[in-house]
């Protein structure tokens, strides 16, 4: 059974921290490109950061430059997003995604809320 578990999301104050991890079984990640998704409420889901299946990262949106950032540790079948200077704009479900071709896997999502 192909799933992509995401873990790491909680409650966290502006200026913080997070690292959020995606956890894939059923298949291997190796030839997947892994990307990260965030939707907030009331608004459409938008791409957070791609990696390629070589480790290439490319593309973080303008909101998001310096502050997230996407790896991944295919011996382990696992990507991470590491999240600073979180801002309260920065909460959303966020998602996991594995794209091959014509396929994607999403995870079911784990929730960042960034509050006082």
């Known amino acids: 059974q192909v799933q992509l578990v995401e873990s790491g999301g909680g409650l966290v104050q502006p200026g913080g921290s997070l690292r959020l991890s995606c956890a894939a079984s059923?298949?291997?990640?190796?030839?997947?490109?892994m990307s990260w998704y965030r939707q907030a409420p009331g608004k459409e889901r938008e791409l957070v950061a791609p990696?390629?299946?070589?480790?290439?990262?490319?593309n973080y949106a303008d909101s998001m430059k310096g502050r997230f950032t996407i790896s991944r540790e295919n011996a382990k079948n696992t990507v991470y997003l590491q999240m600073n200077s979180l801002k309260p704009e920065d909460t959303a479900v966020y998602y996991c995604?594995?794209?091959?071709?014509?396929?994607?896997?999403w995870g079911q999502g784990t929730q960042v809320t960034v509050s006082s």
């Open positions: 995604k594995a794209t091959k071709g014509s396929f994607s896997y």
């Open positions: 059923g298949f291997t990640i190796n030839t997947y490109a």
């Open positions: 990696i390629t299946s070589t480790g290439g990262r490319t």
